[in-house]
């Protein structure tokens, strides 16, 4: 067993707590992939979470269902937004080896969008454990 009781990386969704300016905490269900013992999760290049993590690198995720509605304890890290390309290509590896064809759907879907041009990566080193 993992030692948070849970195991990010075969976790399907976890929630992903940033925090505000005035530590005001912001939870939201995201997917998340690992690479190399670091773990991944992707958004909206304007989104408030990516927002909130270039403020503030501290975050904490734990296992939850697709609504956010948590299962597990929770794990304290640091985040950061990834801009180096071979690590990025690598993340959108790890969530296409996890997510299989749901990933890929996603990625073709925001491809013709123009939303993956926008797309942010976010690295999370999980601390404490």
Do not use: Q
């Not at 939870?27 to 990516?50: H, M, N, Q």
């Not at 403020?55 to 697709?66: K, L, N, P, Q, Y």
């Amino acid at each position: 067993m993992h030692p948070a009781g849970f195991d990010p990386a075969t976790e399907k969704y976890v929630s992903l707590a940033t925090y505000r300016r005035n530590g005001v905490e912001v939870k939201t269900p995201v997917w998340i992939a690992e690479l190399a013992g670091r773990y991944y999760v992707f958004s909206e290049g304007d989104a408030g979470k990516v927002k909130r993590i270039r403020a503030t690198r501290r975050v904490r995720f734990a296992a939850c269902d697709i609504r956010g509605n948590v299962r597990s304890t929770w794990l304290e890290g640091r985040a950061r937004i990834v801009s180096e390309p071979a690590l990025i290509l690598g993340a959108r590896r790890a969530f296409r080896s996890k997510y299989g064809w749901i990933m890929l759907l996603t990625d073709v879907m925001a491809s013709l969008s123009g939303r993956m041009r926008r797309r942010a990566y976010i690295e999370i080193e999980a601390s404490g454990w």
